[in-house]
T-cell receptor, first 111, second 114 residues
Framework: KQEVTQIPAALSVPEGENLVLNCSFTDSAIYNLQWFRQDPGKGLTSLLLIQSSQREQTSGRLNASLDKSSGRSTLYIAASQPGDSATYLCAVRDGNNRLAFGKGNQVVVIP | DTEVTQTPKHLVMGMTNKKSLKCEQHMGHRAMYWYKQKAKKPPELMFVYSYEKLSINESVPSRFSPECPNSSLLNLHLHALQPEDSALYLC?????????????FGSGTRLTVV
């Protein structure tokens, strides 16, 4: 069974610092990996989707890398802003067409 | 339209009530999903519909009854729920059940069972 771990569980950074969020998964036989953002009590907003054949994806201040062989993905958020405060979820699509989620990185950006 | 729309946003129901959650998408996606999320936990898969047929039921109690009337609409019928069923219920969709192009989630229904 695919296990997804996100470290750190929670972090606080001052505004302007770069954020680095880590996601690891136990089974490298993935089809894709998706990063989501979730605000308290709200739904999931898709940030980036990386196919298993890709090494990274970028959107604005966000960059996600994927190292499938080592079972890792990293989400970088450049020049963090208070509006980036949220929980970030990593989800891996496994061979059973299911999404395996990590428990999330809870981020607070301090003005 | 690139959204999944869920209604209602909030719902309070008694343990003897019958209510329904509704989910709609107009992206032409052929797979739709129900997830349940408790506070501080990741979403848990409940049901998957593919081409309007139930594909996956993750051993969900029968007090939850899904329905997919057409390719754009997904309902979750609720009956005789328990307080522990209080949670955020999320609907999602993808082009196909394979999820090759990623998943789109709705904003959720916050359900409270009293």
């Amino acid at each position: 069974k695919q296990e997804v771990t996100q470290i750190p569980a929670a972090l606080s950074v001052p505004e302007g610092e770069n954020l680095v969020l880590n996601c690891s998964f136990t089974d490298s036989a993935i089809y894709n990996l998706q990063w989501f953002r979730q605000d308290p009590g709200k739904g999931l907003t898709s940030l980036l989707l990386i196919q298993s054949s890709q090494r990274e994806q970028t959107s604005g201040r966000l960059n996600a890398s994927l190292d499938k062989s080592s079972g890792r993905s990293t989400l970088y958020i450049a020049a963090s802003q208070p509006g980036d405060s949220a929980t970030y979820l990593c989800a891996v699509r496994d061979g059973n067409n299911r999404l395996a989620f990590g428990k999330g990185n809870q981020v607070v950006v301090i003005p | 339209d690139t959204e999944v729309t869920q209604t209602p946003k909030h719902l309070v129901m008694g343990m003897t009530n019958k209510k329904s959650l509704k989910c709609e998408q107009h992206m032409g996606h052929r797979a739709m999903y129900w997830y349940k999320q408790k506070a501080k936990k990741p979403p848990e898969l409940m049901f998957v519909y593919s081409y309007e047929k139930l594909s996956i039921n993750e051993s969900v109690p029968s007090r939850f009854s899904p329905e997919c009337p057409n390719s754009s609409l997904l309902n979750l019928h609720l009956h005789a729920l328990q307080p522990e069923d209080s949670a955020l219920y999320l609907c999602a969709s993808s082009q196909e059940e394979t999820g090759s192009y990623g998943y789109t989630f709705g904003s959720g229904t916050r359900l409270t069972v009293v």
